[in-house]
Each structure stands twice: as C-alpha cells, then as structure tokens.
C-alpha cells in the first residue's frame, strides 16, 4: 500500500515525512515503526545491518527494552527526489536509571510507494545528568507542538 507522502519530496513533503518518522518511532511500537519499509529494506544503525521488516521489529524491541522512556525529535537536514537526510537526538535511561543523549545522522532512501527502502544511521551516545534533559513530555506519542525542533524552530 502507499506510504503518501510519495517522492519526489517537496520542502513541505520531506518535511512532513520526517515528522511522521518522528512520531511513530516515539510511539515505541515496532510493528507500527516497521510498516513505513519495504519488505526487504535494508538498515545500518551503528554497526548493526539489518534486513527486512521480521528484523526491523526484533531489533526495535531489543532497543526500547533498553533505552527507557525514549523520546526523539528529528530534523529535517536535506532532501532530493527520492532522498532525505535527517539529524536528530533522543533521550533515554537504562534500567539503572543513568540518562543518555544520543545524537545521529539519518540517510533515506524511498521508492515510488512511500517506503523506506534503505536507512542508514550514525549514533553517538553521551551520558547526562537528569537536570539537563531537554525533552520533557509524556512517552510514548507524538512530540508536543509546543517542543521546537532542534534548530529551534517549532516543526
């Protein structure tokens, strides 16, 4: 079935993709997560390569049982026809309770139904205290309006 929004991706289009991504990965379900690839979509997250939909689940089960009370906020970064680039942050704690930030770079790769096809994903994990959380709201959903994007900007 179609993903709209279909490429090529507008300003707006990317926009809104990268929003909807936003908002299913922080509803921390990973079927819902899984339905935006294609059947045989191919990932790098880290130094993990994945493939397909039955992987995609497993692997973002074994995340969230990790990362607790995970929150992100993406930003779009580029976009062309097909393409979009993403960065981002999220904010979790293990079971202990220590608090991280990571931060990433994303690259997309859709084809003509809407479906990411590939992901390829940087991270980069930093510890934090709990008073320097920047992403206070009610897990798991969609981020607030009122939470601006990384550039500052509300999305």
Do not use: C
Request: hydrophobic residues 35%.
């Amino acid at each position: 079935m179609p993903r709209p929004p279909l490429p090529p991706f507008t300003l707006e289009t990317a926009r809104q993709k990268v929003r909807m991504a936003e908002d299913a990965w922080n509803s921390r379900d990973p079927e819902r997560v899984s339905l935006a690839y294609t059947e045989d979509s191919t990932w790098r997250n880290r130094s993990e390569f994945l493939q397909g939909r039955a992987a995609i689940v497993a692997f973002l089960t074994r995340k969230w049982e990790k990362e607790k009370d995970y929150r992100l906020v993406k930003d779009l970064w580029a976009f062309h026809d097909r393409f979009i680039a993403v960065r981002f942050q999220y904010e979790w704690h293990d079971s202990k309770g220590d608090w991280f930030r990571s931060y990433g770079n994303e690259q997309w790769e859709f084809d003509g139904e809407g479906l990411m096809r590939r992901r390829e994903a940087s991270i980069n994990d930093v510890p934090i205290a709990p008073g320097d959380r920047r992403f206070h709201w009610t897990a798991p959903g969609p981020r607030p309006a009122e939470v601006p994007g990384l550039s500052g900007e509300p999305f």
